[in-house]
């Protein structure tokens, strides 16, 4: 099970943190990924880390501004939203992978568990 936390309403250029605590299953042992959904739109992907958090990856338009890691000890996945724009606007979901999938995948049909979304709100 995961619980995401930490969205909330920031002005644009500011920084949010959001946490993903994962019970019943350590973040060390999956894949684990950020996706974001707006209203209309399909779940996009945002970043993703691999088992032991050495590996990350980010769709383009975040590179440089988000920051995705996890503190295994603590079963927590972080993002680090820096740099904000209206754009990042969006209710953001943490994921995981089958425990025995490596690949970091970015297609949100690859991921069997969900949290339940935090809202994030970007003004201008």
Request: charged share 20%; with cysteine; glycine share 10%.
């Amino acid at each position: 099970q995961l619980q995401a936390s930490g969205g909330g309403l920031v002005q644009a250029g500011g920084s949010l943190r959001l946490s993903c605590v994962a019970s019943g299953r350590a973040p060390s042992s999956s894949v684990m990924g950020w996706f974001r959904q707006t209203p209309g739109k399909e779940r996009e992907f945002v970043a993703v880390i691999n088992r032991s958090g050495v590996r990350k990856d980010y769709r383009d338009s975040v590179k440089g501004r988000f920051t995705i890691s996890k503190d295994n000890a603590r079963n927590t996945l972080y993002l680090q939203m820096n740099s904000l724009k209206v754009e990042d606007t969006a209710v953001y979901y943490c994921a995981a992978r089958p425990t025995y999938e490596t690949f970091l995948a970015t297609s949100r049909e690859k991921y069997n568990s969900w949290g339940q979304g935090t809202l994030v709100t970007v003004s201008s």
